[in-house]
């Protein structure tokens, strides 16, 4: 059996639960939300495999990382990571609609199937799903639900203005 770890971030939008295995970081859950859920009893807390990851997204929440470079592992269908893969793609500060996204992908026509495998993304905030909005511009479904995706976006974009203070604290 592989062996699964896990450990907790504290952050501005809540904690955030960390998981990852020998080939990479698998999940990130966020304290409240649609997918919550606690640890798998075979998995074990170690705060020094999360170190990785850990870092990079404390950095990414003091405004110092724009771009992540970790080790991914996330699970899903061949379609739900080919809607992963294209999520990190979108430029920090910058959203997309979901028909943009689809289209990023070649189908199209297959926007619900790219907002559900948007909404299934085990690895948010490393896998920008929250850069996904309405074709309208209104900010649509989260994991971590509207005011963290909320938050998200106005971070992003106070650091790309230069204007963190009064965001993170």
């Given at each position: ?17 960390l998981v990852a295995d020998e080939q990479g970081l698998r999940e990130v859950w ?140």
């Amino acid at each position: 059996m592989t062996p699964v770890w896990y450990d907790n971030l504290p952050s501005p939008i809540g904690q955030l639960r960390l998981v990852a295995d020998e080939q990479g970081l698998r999940e990130v859950w966020f304290e409240t939300g649609r997918h919550q859920r606690e640890p798998d009893p075979s998995w074990e807390r170690s705060p020094l495999a999360l170190a990785f990851a850990r870092e990079q997204l404390e950095q990414y929440f003091a405004g110092t990382r724009q771009v992540f470079d970790l080790p991914l592992h996330p699970h899903g269908t061949p379609f739900q990571r080919t809607v992963w893969q294209e999520l990190a793609r979108i430029p920090y500060g910058a959203t997309i609609s979901y028909g943009e996204l689809a289209r990023r992908i070649g189908q199209p026509q297959a926007m619900r199937a790219v907002g559900a495998a948007n909404g299934r993304n085990p690895l948010p905030i490393v896998l920008p799903c929250h850069r996904v909005i309405g074709a309208n511009g209104s900010l649509t479904g989260f994991g971590g639900g509207l005011p963290t995706k909320r938050f998200l976006l106005a971070h992003e974009e106070g650091v790309a203005r230069g204007d963190l203070f009064g965001l993170v604290n």
